[in-house]
T-cell receptor
Framework: GAVVSQHPSRVICKSGTSVKIECRSLDFQATTMFWYRQFPKKSLMLMATSNEGSKATYEQGVEKDKFLINHASLTLSTLTVTSAHPEDSSFYIC????????????FGPGTRLTVT | SQKIEQNSEALNIQEGKTATLTCNYTNYSPAYLQWYRQDPGRGPVFLLLIRENEKEKRKERLKVTFDTTLKQSLFHITASQPADSATYLCALDRYPGGSYIPTFGRGTSLIVHP
């Protein structure tokens, strides 16, 4: 089946620093990947749609200069949280769709970010 | 505005019984609807997709129904097991400007007691 990996699984950083999270589709190509954040006992909140070779499409209210997304290849998208603050602490999850197939998404295992 | 509603209260059932979870939506005209399972601290896992022209879909002990008139999907797990305990999410796609954008409900927690 389609497998998506994320790295790192957990990261702790200090306020003001930047953190990069990688999302890889391991056995398929993904023209489109999605980035979500999730608060405890809350729904997945879509942050942005990452498109290979073009700029990401951000959802309303998501700061594009704070959450930098790069989708440089058909198997890799990265999310960089810049100048992190404690309120950025959250669970970040990426997903990808298998192109040309049905519309189900395959999710990575998530990254727990803690900003101190 | 578009909304996806799932029961926020946890569903507690006894092992062996059938669990039924509900997903209601408003202001969508979805071509399909999806169900996912999410365990604590993990990413969701795709379970089933049902299209608007399908009334029912089955996969092993799972069954999904889709009523586009009622704007509702029901998700059933028969012969439930403690290992089925998880949060179950329904998802619909928005279709603004030529792209399918996924939107998830808050999920319903299922707890199966041995």
């Amino acid at each position: 089946g389609a497998v998506v990996s994320q790295h790192p699984s957990r990261v702790i950083c200090k306020s003001g620093t930047s953190v990069k999270i990688e999302c890889r589709s391991l056995d398929f190509q993904a023209t489109t990947m999605f980035w979500y954040r999730q608060f405890p006992k809350k729904s997945l909140m879509l942050m942005a749609t990452s498109n290979e070779g073009s700029k990401a499409t951000y959802e309303q209210g998501v700061e594009k200069d704070k959450f930098l997304i790069n989708h440089a290849s058909l198997t890799l998208s990265t999310l960089t949280v810049t100048s992190a603050h404690p309120e950025d602490s959250s669970f970040y999850i990426c997903s990808a769709r298998v192109e040309g197939s049905s519309y189900e998404q395959y999710f990575g295992p998530g990254t727990r970010l803690t900003v101190t | 505005s578009q909304k996806i509603e799932q029961n926020s209260e946890a569903l507690n059932i006894q092992e062996g019984k059938t669990a039924t979870l509900t997903c209601n939506y408003t202001n969508y005209s979805p071509a399909y609807l999806q169900w996912y399972r999410q365990d604590p601290g993990r990413g969701p896992v795709f379970l089933l997709l049902i299209r608007e022209n399908e009334k029912e879909k089955r996969k092993e002990r799972l069954k999904v129904t889709f009523d586009t008139t009622l704007k509702q999907s029901l998700f059933h797990i028969t012969a439930s097991q403690p290992a089925d305990s998880a949060t179950y999410l329904c998802a619909l796609d928005r279709y603004p400007g030529g792209s399918y954008i996924p939107t998830f409900g808050r999920g319903t927690s299922l707890i199966v007691h041995p």
